[in-house]
């Protein structure tokens, strides 16, 4: 569409010439005086060229023994991740886009322009924090009841009965996969490379958001001189892992908008590695964790000395997502 009205921006420019050499031509033709005139104009050059391909969460990425799903299964861990809106995306332990997606901008307008670069991103994470899954005790009685050792509901919390005789009016849970996640916890590892193969941003740790890492990085190579920028920490005050990046950078004609901008091919991957302990020894833990909030499961997190329902956005995200928008303007 930007194209059409370039061309027709152009066209009536040449329009425009033309008529006015027509009317110099006419007031010439008044007197006896002879003289001609010539001129002309063509199209200037646009040719720019924003290029995506690839699938970052598609059907394409690497299976480890097949055990995609949303099965309820404690042994199975799924948790999904989205791109466009399409929540069919799955990723979970032992899975990885190792082609990734690709993404570049070329051409060398010979018009002034202004490029706009857009990125919303979202990663999965399990802040730090004492968590488990509240299962309700079966078979209790007064025999073989021990102290300290369930639990009872009282308004929002799990309370430890600390009492030495059974409550007969309570209802008792028990703590099972109980996990403490030392630092925050992001299992999906990304990772940004070059169009020369270079990775430019790939730490490899889970304790740091990669994805966030890697939208800076682009995020440098864009804002530039001039830059008009918006950039935003959990925009919609629920999700912590959220960002939204919005730079608007003037380009002067005739240059090469790969040289000015710096995305000549870029390819973004990830991988959630199946066992992370030997970086964390509470990797796998924290991947039930995730797994059991993905199939509903009653977990909680421990707060000063009772367990809580953990908030969405603030403990725990279950989605991850890259968005990324290029859109090139002519100037008028």
């Known amino acids: ?112 322009n202004t490029v706009q670069v857009q990125m919303t991103i979202e990663n999965i994470f399990l802040a730090a924090g004492e ?3 509240m299962v309700q005790a079966v078979g209790v009685t007064a025999e073989n009841y021990e102290a300290s050792t369930y639990y009872y509901k009282e308004s929002d919390k799990y309370v430890l009965d600390t009492a030495a005789t059974l409550t007969d009016a309570r209802v008792y849970y028990e703590l099972k996969d109980a996990v403490n996640v030392g630092t925050a916890y992001y299992p999906v590892v990304y990772k940004l490379t070059g169009i020369s193969g270079a990775t430019t941003d790939d730490d490899g740790t889970i304790a740091t958001d990669s994805l966030k890492e890697i939208a800076d990085t682009i995020f440098g190579k864009v804002n530039i001189s001039g830059a008009t920028v918006t950039k935003n920490a959990d925009p919609d005050g629920v999700i912590a892992s959220k960002y939204t990046y919005d730079v608007t950078v003037p380009v002067e004609q005739n240059l090469e908008l790969a040289d000015v901008l710096k995305l000549g091919g870029e390819t973004i991957s990830w991988e959630w590695a199946i066992d992370n302990t030997g970086t964390a020894t509470y990797a796998n833990g924290a991947d039930t964790i995730l797994g059991n909030l993905y199939a509903g ?12 329902l953990p908030t969405l956005g603030t403990h725990y995200n279950l989605k991850t997502s890259f968005s990324i928008t290029i859109t090139v303007t002519q100037v008028d």
């Open 297 to 308: 499961k009653n977990v909680v997190v421990l707060n000063g000395s009772n367990y809580e």
């Open 1 to 112: 569409m930007k194209k059409n009205k370039m061309m027709r921006v152009a066209s009536a420019l040449l329009v425009a010439v033309l008529m006015t050499t027509s009317v110099i031509s006419g007031t010439f033709a008044k007197y006896v005086t002879t003289d001609s005139a010539s001129d002309e104009a063509r199209v200037a050059k646009w040719g720019v060229v924003v290029d995506a391909s690839g699938s970052l969460y598609g059907e394409k990425y690497s299976n480890v023994d097949n055990k995609i799903t949303s099965s309820t299964d404690e042994n199975i861990i799924s948790v999904y991740g989205q791109q466009d809106l399409n929540l069919n995306k799955v990723v979970a332990p032992g899975t990885e886009s190792d082609l990734g997606f690709s993404f570049s901008i070329n051409g060398k307008p010979e018009v002034d």
């Open 131 to 133: 968590y488990g899954v």
